[in-house]
C-alpha cells in the first residue's frame, strides 16, 4: 500500500513536537511494509537536518490564506491520486480542501489526524498579564463571525468528505464534532505519539529513574516550558506561586520566549519572585531533556481545555508527576499521574502545588503511575500506529470493492432530476436562504436570544445555528404552536408538588423550560437525543435561571436497548432508525426515568419523538392505569391515525382525548389526552 502523507512542512530544528509526531507516524507505517511518500506543502519553511528514511516531495505553495491553502492541498491530492492508495493529511491545516476532493470525487480514500484546533475558534487569552481585555473593532468582530458560520455550516459539511479522523484527546474530538465536522461518524484516539522508549535509551535511564529525585531532599524543583504566548498560562502559574505560604522550599523555572516573554518578567518583579523564578530561555532538546530530569514536579497551569500538550508528554517521559487543570485535554494526557485543580483558579493552583510537593510518597505514586499511562493503547504509539493501518487498509479494501460504475451513477442521478419535485425544491431552497439570512443578521446585529411570551410568562431562547434561531424567532413572535404553549402553561400550573413533568422529544427545551417555570414546585424532565440540542437546552436553562429540570441525553422508547438515531444536527427530523448510519443513543422507559425519580407520580407529558409515541406510552401501560389526574400534548404521525390499537390502549386506560389540529403540511396531528378531571377548559 502506498501512502501519500500530506503535511505543512519538514521542519526537525527549533519548532514543537508536531513533526517528529509525523515522522514518528511515517516511519511506523513504513514498518508495517507499506510504501509513504511525505509530500511538504510549504517547502520553503522545510529545515531537514539528517537523511530521510522515506521519500519526500517538496511542494512550494506561497499562499498562506484559508481560500490559498485549501486550493493548494485539493491540488496536490488531484496531482499524486494516480500514485496513492491513500492520503494522510494534517487535519487542523488542510481539512477542508480534503474534504472537497473527495466530495467532488476525488478517487483515493483521505485520512486526517488533529492536533489543533481551527483558527475561527475562540481565541488563547492570558487574561491575569492585562487589567482589561482590548475589544476588537466592530469590523474584526463581524469578519471573526461571518467565517466561523461560513466555515461552522458549509466548511464542515464539505470537510466530512474525510474518510476517517484520529485525534489527540476526546475533548478535542468532541469540539470538532460540535463544529459539525464528522458528528456521529466513527474517529479513533491515537494521542501524540512520542518515541518515549528512545530518549530513556539515549540518556541510559530506566522506567525507576524518577524514584532517586525524591530521596535528594532540597527545594522542590517545579518546572514547565512552552513557548511565551496568549493561553500557555504563564500569567496563572506566577500568580498561583505568589500565593504559595512556603516560597522558600520551591524553585520554579520557566522556559521558553515569545511574544509574552516581557510581560513573564513584569509579572515576576511585580510579585516579587525574582529569588524563586529562573527564566533560562529558549533551550536545545537536550537542554530541555536535562531540566525535565533533576525537575521534581512540571506545573502547567493553563491550555486550551480542548487541547493536550506536547509538553506535558515530554515531561512524562522522564516520569515526572504533574499539576494540570482539570477536565479537559491535558488532564487526559496526564490520567493517574496528574493531580489536578480547578481551572483559572490560583488558589485552587497554589494548594495543590504545596501538597504535591510536601508529599514525596505521592510524588513517588504519580510517577509511577506516568509509565502505566504511557503503555495505553491511546498513550503507546507502538499501539496506535498499527491501528491506524489497519483501518487505512479497511476503509482503501472497502472503496476497491466499491462496484458502482460512473455510467451507473449518472443514470441514477439523471433519474433522481426527472422525478423531482420542482415546486418543492424551490420553496426549500427559499426556506433556506432565509433561514440563513436571518441567523446572519441577528449574530451581526449581536442578538443574543429570543423572548418568547406565552400567556404573560417570558423565557428566554439561545441560539448558535440556523435551525435553533428559526425556532427561537418562530416562537417569539408567536408563530410557532401558541395554541399548545398556552395548554401546556396551564396544565403545568396545576401539577402537584413534585410531581413530574416529562418533555419528551425536547428539541431546545422551550416546552420544558415553560413548564418548569409555571411550576417550580414540579420535577421537569426533558428527553432529548441530539447532542447539539442537548447544549442549546442547558444554555437555555442557564440563561432563564431554571433549577427544577433535569435534563436526559437519549431516546425515549418501548425499551432500554440502546437504539441507532438518525440525526439531523441542530434540526426538529431525528428519528430511531434501523440503518446502520445513525448514531448510537442510549434508550429510556417512561417506568425506567420514574424509578429514577424515586416512583414520583406523573402529571402531564409532552411527545414530540416522530413516531416512537405509541410503543412508548404502551409501554408504560401500568403506570398511566395507577394515575389518576394526567394530561399529555401528543404529536401524531400519519401511522397512528388509523392504528386502532393505540385508541383502544387509551380506552383500556381510561383516558379521553380531543383532536385540536393538523400541522400546515398535514404530516402529523395534534391531540390533547387527558385522564381524570383535567381538561383543556380548566
Not at 317 to 329: A, K
Not at 524 to 541: A, F, G, L, S, Y
Not at 599 to 612: R, T, V
Request: contains cysteine; charged residues 25%.
Amino acid at each position: 500500500m502506498h501512502i501519500f502523507f500530506v503535511t505543512s512542512k519538514l521542519k526537525f530544528h527549533n519548532v514543537g513536537g508536531s513533526c517528529e509526531e509525523y515522522d514518528l507516524i511515517i516511519k511506523g507505517l513504513q514498518a508495517k511494509g507499506n510504501k509513504v511518500t511525505a509530500v511538504s506543502v510549504f517547502s520553503q519553511y522545510n529545515d531537514i537536518t539528517d537523511p530521510l528514511d522515506y521519500d519526500y516531495i517538496e511542494e512550494k505553495n506561497i499562499k498562506r490564506d484559508q481560500i490559498g491553502i485549501q486550493n493548494a492541498i485539493y491540488k496536490i491530492l488531484k496531482k499524486y491520486e494516480g500514485q496513492a492508495d491513500a492520503y494522510h493529511v494534517d487535519g487542523h491545516f488542510f481539512l477542508y480542501g480534503a474534504g472537497l476532493y473527495r466530495r467532488l470525487g476525488g478517487v483515493t480514500p483521505v485520512f486526517a489526524y488533529f492536533n489543533r484546533e481551527q483558527i475561527s475558534w475562540p481565541e488563547n487569552v492570558s487574561a491575569l498579564f492585562y487589567k482589561e481585555t482590548k475589544k476588537k473593532s466592530l469590523l474584526k468582530r463581524i469578519k471573526k463571525n461571518i467565517r466561523y458560520y461560513l466555515e461552522k455550516t458549509i466548511g464542515t459539511w464539505i470537510a466530512s468528505g474525510i474518510d476517517y479522523a484520529w485525534f489527540t484527546n476526546p475533548f478535542l474530538q468532541q469540539e470538532y464534532a460540535k463544529f459539525g465536522f464528522r458528528k456521529g461518524k466513527p474517529f479513533k484516539l491515537i494521542g501524540d505519539p512520542i518515541e518515549y522508549d528512545k530518549s530513556l535509551r539515549k540518556y541510559n535511564i530506566g522506567e525507576d529513574f524518577y524514584q532517586s529525585h525524591i530521596v535528594k531532599g532540597g527545594r522542590v524543583k517545579l518546572f514547565f516550558s512552552s513557548r511565551m504566548i496568549a493561553g500557555k498560562g504563564f500569567d496563572l502559574l506566577l500568580t498561583a506561586f505568589s500565593k504559595i505560604k512556603n516560597k522558600d522550599n520551591f524553585k520554579l523555572i520557566l522556559g521558553g520566549t515569545g511574544p509574552e516573554e516581557n510581560l513573564v518578567r513584569q509579572m515576576i518583579k511585580d510579585l516579587k519572585l525574582e529569588q524563586y523564578v529562573t527564566l533560562p530561555g529558549w533551550m536545545t532538546k537536550e537542554e530541555l531533556h536535562r531540566q525535565l530530569m533533576e525537575a521534581d514536579i512540571f506545573v502547567q497551569a493553563r491550555w486550551r481545555q480542548d487541547m493536550s500538550s506536547m509538553s506535558l508528554t515530554e515531561a512524562m517521559i522522564f516520569g515526572l508527576p504533574s499539576i494540570v487543570p482539570s477536565g479537559g485535554g491535558i488532564a487526559w494526557v496526564g490520567g493517574e499521574s496528574s493531580l489536578t485543580f480547578d481551572p483559572d483558579d490560583p488558589d485552587d493552583l497554589a494548594r495543590k502545588i504545596e501538597q504535591l510537593g510536601s508529599n514525596p510518597e505521592l510524588r513517588s505514586l504519580k510517577s509511577k503511575n506516568v509509565y502505566k499511562r504511557m503503555h495505553e493503547n491511546t498513550a503507546d504509539y507502538k499501539k496506535s500506529i498499527p491501528i491506524i493501518e489497519k483501518i487505512i487498509k479497511e476503509v482503501v479494501g472497502i472503496e476497491k470493492k466499491k462496484s458502482l460504475s460512473l455510467q451507473r451513477k449518472i443514470i441514477r442521478k439523471c433519474i433522481t432530476l426527472k422525478n423531482i419535485n420542482w415546486p418543492w425544491f424551490f420553496r426549500y431552497i427559499n426556506k433556506h436562504i432565509w433561514q440563513h439570512y436571518y441567523f446572519i443578521k441577528s449574530k451581526l446585529t449581536d442578538i443574543k436570544y429570543w423572548e418568547m411570551d406565552t400567556e404573560g410568562q417570558k423565557i428566554k431562547l439561545s441560539f448558535n445555528e440556523r435551525y435553533h434561531h428559526q425556532q427561537a424567532k418562530s416562537m417569539a413572535e408567536g408563530l410557532d404552536e401558541p395554541i399548545l404553549f398556552s395548554i401546556w402553561k396551564a396544565c403545568a400550573s396545576k401539577v402537584p408538588c413534585g410531581n413530574i413533568i416529562f418533555d419528551i422529544g425536547g428539541y431546545n427545551g422551550a416546552y420544558g423550560i415553560t413548564a418548569a417555570k409555571a411550576n417550580p414546585n414540579s420535577k421537569v424532565i426533558i428527553v432529548e437525543p441530539d447532542q447539539t440540542n442537548i447544549e442549546h437546552i442547558k444554555k437555555n436553562i442557564e440563561i432563564n435561571n431554571i433549577n427544577n429540570i433535569k435534563v436526559i441525553e437519549g431516546v425515549l422508547s418501548s425499551d432500554t436497548i440502546e437504539k441507532s438515531f438518525k440525526i439531523h444536527q441542530g434540526g426538529t427530523g431525528g428519528h430511531i432508525t434501523s440503518e446502520k448510519n445513525g448514531i448510537k443513543v442510549k434508550s429510556y422507559t417512561i417506568e425506567n426515568l420514574v424509578e429514577q425519580e424515586n416512583n414520583a407520580p406523573i402529571s402531564l407529558m409532552k411527545f414530540d419523538i416522530h413516531g416512537a409515541e405509541k410503543e412508548s406510552l404502551i409501554s408504560a401501560k401500568n403506570i398511566i392505569k395507577k394515575t389518576n389526574n394526567l394530561a399529555i400534548i401528543l404529536e401524531f404521525y400519519p401511522n397512528i391515525h388509523e392504528d386502532t390499537q393505540f385508541w383502544s390502549f387509551l380506552k383500556e386506560v381510561e383516558c379521553n382525548w380531543i383532536y385540536l389540529y393538523s400541522r400546515n403540511d398535514d404530516k402529523s396531528k395534534y391531540y390533547f389526552v387527558y385522564k381524570g378531571p383535567q381538561n383543556i377548559n380548566n
